[in-house]
């Protein structure tokens, strides 16, 4: 159920990178319904190079820590993906486990396990069906081809009901660079600089600093301004590789690197809202924005509250403007010496909100005609500073805890 | 659906303490059932003392405001307070209706409308209805009586599905002290300094400044610990008032003065854990306990962070052992250089986490016996200091999401 998604469509190839995916039974299989892909190889041309972001939750799972220390040793050639099992609390089996998957992509691409990275999404705390894992290893090899965005995008689902994947092209003093992107997350959201599972990949020609720097901008600007119910999960990764197939060089300095840098926030900002609007249970597609903050630390403080509150996440679910508890989330925000007499708050057009009291041109059925909307927009300005912040996220609904009562079961 | 909790009895008279209860049509009715009860009336002896402790919301409600108003300039001669609107993002005219309520009922009672504080629960943003506040305070003056306390426990509900109340006794140097305390909370429960609508009474005679640290001590220890769904109320507000009736006097250095605490803070942690059995919708009371912590706050952080997760909420709901969501929210908590290989996690007294993985005794078996409980403790070990802090909440059911889309229409 969705919020203004549909399949996605017109996925771009991006030169020096092949994919491959297959069902190994990872996923338990639903009755009746034919074995779901649950394992994903991406191989990328000698010389790419790899910008990350990680998930900071202090229990990171097994494949992160595999991840980031085969990260200091070398560049990655390939990225191994299992959805159904995040490989999360399993301690040192689970770091055995990830590193032994690695070695068997290794032996096939015929080169080091230093460089695959492994990744895993899925249920926390059971150990990785390796037995599994290995078969569909030797399945992935001879399907890897570079048309194969759509069903990587499937295969690293989990609760998430459609796939999460775009492209975009930007033409750089004649050359025309392509960035594809896919990611998975429904539930468990809230990034803390890096989201549950996102592989870029473009064709353009750059230097790894400049990649990260870039990616490191463009996740802050995407995958760390949402939010679904507030929890960080242990497996949050945002990968971006750079297969330097075209022959523009992309250069801090140079304006045209801008263009280059606008077009993966794009990709981000497509995709970070796409795990919103398929936000576990969600039926509505919510956009928060504060203004007049005294900081952007403020402005995003008042925007989660609002955000993780489960009356203002109910009420927008029975879609009743329900404003008095917007109103009540802004005031046990914690900000100091909030003066409510400067505060606005309005439901999309409509100031609900004028001075810290109910405004006087305010009517019940301007609020209703907003809130009956799928897509809605809360504002509030506080009225005391010049920064602002914008966040997106989702109701809370039956289908939320229908979907997180059963997801084990 | 309240959690080990039955209607209060044996409640004992407060020498000193009157109440009085009506329906004066605040509540919207229920169809096919009676008017309930919706304005409160309790009237004190002169010479009361009064202790106070009122929401940090920076949008406190216009009876808040007034309350305190009134604190600055007199001792409270008795207190009105009603349900089924909470005069909440009123503005100016919220404040006016909240001192009319009061003048209305000093006319009455014959004393200043300083002496009155107005007390107000319910839907926020909607216009007291000033008419029938002004028919139920006729009404209540002749029905003034010692032993209306059920009656005024009843009284001040709203989605409440029980009525919250205890007394407590406690002999010092002879002499029978009483305590007798009501409460209402269900929702919007997470309590800064307060809760939402607290009065106890006691025939001690002690001093003003004595009884204000004893309950900011007491509500500290209890008010302060719950959370059902992290929501500040605009109204919370938990009184105190002692008649000074009792012979015995309560002095600060006098070793039987930390009985009188102690007997307090029972009240009040009886009532607090009342609140959150009869949490909207909850089907379980849980406790949970951080040890080993290097502070008092990190401890509470970790407690919170684990209390307010959707997915631990929504997995105590299905009686689901998903230890791994406990495990990823203690992880997100945000505490600095967390070590997981020194934590330990406990469900009742099963060890599900040993050094930051799965313990190698947990069976899923001992995981769902503590599950399938209606009471469940949760203990987190860090290993990193030794504060402590216990917390009291709630899981995330259905009922709470059709409790909140449902509760204005």
């Not at 074995?35 to 900071?56: E, I, N, P």
């Not at 980031?68 to 995040?86: E, V, Y």
């Not at 660079?177 to 890096?194: Q, Y």
């Amino acid at each position: 159920m969705a919020v203004g998604l549909s399949e996605p469509t017109d996925l771009l190839a991006i030169k020096g990178v092949k994919l491959a995916t297959t069902a190994c039974g990872i996923k338990k299989p639903v009755d009746g319904q034919p074995a779901r892909d649950d394992l994903v190889l991406m191989t990328f041309a000698g010389h790419s190079v790899c910008a990350v972001t990680f998930t900071q939750n202090a229990f990171c799972a097994a494949p992160v820590s595999v991840a980031k220390k085969h990260l200091q040793q070398t560049a990655p050639r390939c990225f191994l993906i299992n959805s159904g099992n995040a490989n999360a609390g399993t301690g040192q089996q689970g770091m055995d486990d990830a590193q032994q998957s690695c070695r068997w992509v290794a032996e096939k691409l015929n080169c080091d396990a230093t460089q695959v990275l492994p990744f895993s999404t899925g249920v926390i705390g059971e150990p990785l069906p390796l037995e599994n894992l290995h078969a569909g290893i030797t399945q992935l090899i001879p399907a890897l081809d570079a048309s194969n965005w759509l069903a990587a995008a499937h295969g690293i689902m989990t609760t998430d009901t459609i796939a999460k994947a775009v492209s975009e092209q930007v033409v750089l003093e004649g050359e025309t660079i392509t960035l594809t992107g896919i990611a998975k997350g429904s539930g468990m959201i809230k990034p803390d600089m890096a989201t549950m599972l996102c592989f870029i990949a473009t064709d353009a020609s750059i230097e790894a600093d400049l990649l990260q720097q870039y990616l490191s901008r463009a996740v802050d600007n995407s995958f760390n301004n949402i939010t679904v119910d507030g929890d960080t999960s242990t497996n949050d990764a945002c990968m971006l590789v750079a297969t330097c197939q075209s022959s523009f060089s992309v250069i801090a300095e140079d304006p045209a690197s801008e263009q280059f840098y606008q077009a993966l926030e794009r990709v981000c900002l497509t995709l970070a809202q796409a795990i919103i609007r398929d936000g576990e249970g969600a039926t509505k597609f919510v956009t928060i924005n504060i203004e007049q903050a005294r900081s952007i630390t403020e402005a995003k403080t008042v925007a989660y509250t609002i955000a993780h509150s489960p009356l203002v996440k109910t009420a927008l679910f029975a879609s009743d403007p329900n404003w008095g508890r917007i109103l009540a989330a802004v005031g046990r925000a914690g900000l100091a010496d909030l003066d409510i007499s400067t505060v606005n708050i309005f439901l999309g057009d409509v100031c609900i909100v004028r001075a810290g009291a109910k405004s006087h041109t305010y009517t019940e059925a301007q609020g209703q005609a907003v809130m009956n909307q799928a897509e809605i927009d809360i504002r509030v300005e506080l009225g005391r500073g010049e920064q602002c912040a914008t966040i997106w996220t989702t109701d809370l609904s039956h289908d939320y805890i229908s979907i997180n009562s059963d997801y084990r079961s």
